[in-house]
């Protein structure tokens, strides 16, 4: 069975650096996309980054390009998100999915929430 | 790129059936049969319940299903039971570049 296990949540303050991570098990690390999707308190869900570890190419919303970085290392089959100096805005769950196919994410992981105050 | 659109709510008694719509342009759902839907709880991980517009993964009722007409897609969920009561959204792909977007979001209301 495929999981994706996220990292726990974190407290920061602002301008702080941040990288949250998420490890897949139970398919093939290298031959999936995978990326994030932001939920702010009360909000919908917002398509941040993908990658694809086999070669590590990137895609970036245009709303997060240069906000954030995306990577992965496939010898431990967990891809990360980074900030390097976080806002109050950056304030949300951060949920890490499976890019299956075009426009399909599944499974999702557990979610970590950013709280940057 | 923008947001899909999708109404703010939508809400029906149970036993009916609603629709929800979502319209992209001719740059995401118009262009690709790569529509998908999600179901989110209070408090829950988003679940997959259409994928490539009016596909089902297993374990997903038949009381689901979707369909695209130009711009517009649409899920219907036919013979509301309470527990559908949640928020929907839905996402399109929308090229190589900037290949993913979703909607605003759906909060289905069980009358």
């Known amino acids: 069975e495929v999981h994706l296990v996220q990292s726990g949540g974190e407290v920061k303050k602002p301008g702080e650096s941040l990288k949250i991570s998420c490890q897949g098990s139970?398919?093939?690390?290298?031959?999936?996309?995978i990326g994030w999707v932001r939920q702010r308190p009360g909000q919908g869900l917002e398509w941040v980054a993908v990658?694809?570890?086999?070669?590590?190419?990137?895609r970036y919303s245009p709303s997060f390009q240069g906000r954030v970085t995306i990577s992965a290392d496939k010898s431990i089959n967990t891809a990360f998100l980074q900030w390097s100096s976080l806002q109050a805005s950056d304030t949300a769950i951060y949920f890490c999915v499976l890019g299956r196919a075009a426009g399909l994410f599944d499974p999702w992981g557990q979610g970590t929430l950013v709280t940057v105050s | 790129q923008s947001a899909l659109t999708q109404p703010r709510s939508v809400s029906g008694s149970p036993g009916q059936s609603v629709t929800i719509s979502c319209t992209g342009t001719s740059n995401d759902v118009g262009n690709y049969n790569y529509v998908s839907w999600y179901q989110q709880h209070p408090d829950k991980t988003p679940k997959v319940i259409i994928y490539d517009v009016n596909k089902r993964p297993s374990g997903v009722p038949g009381r689901f299903s979707g369909s695209k007409s130009g711009n517009t897609a649409s899920l219907t969920i036919s013979g509301l039971q309470g527990d559908d009561e949640a928020d929907y959204y839905c996402?399109?792909?929308?090229?190589?570049?900037?290949?993913?977007?979703f909607g605003g979001g759906t909060k289905l209301t069980v009358l």
């Open positions: 990658i694809y570890p086999g070669d590590s190419d990137t």
């Open positions: 996402c399109s792909y929308a090229g190589s570049s900037t290949p993913v977007v």
């Open positions: 139970g398919y093939r690390f290298t031959t999936d996309w």
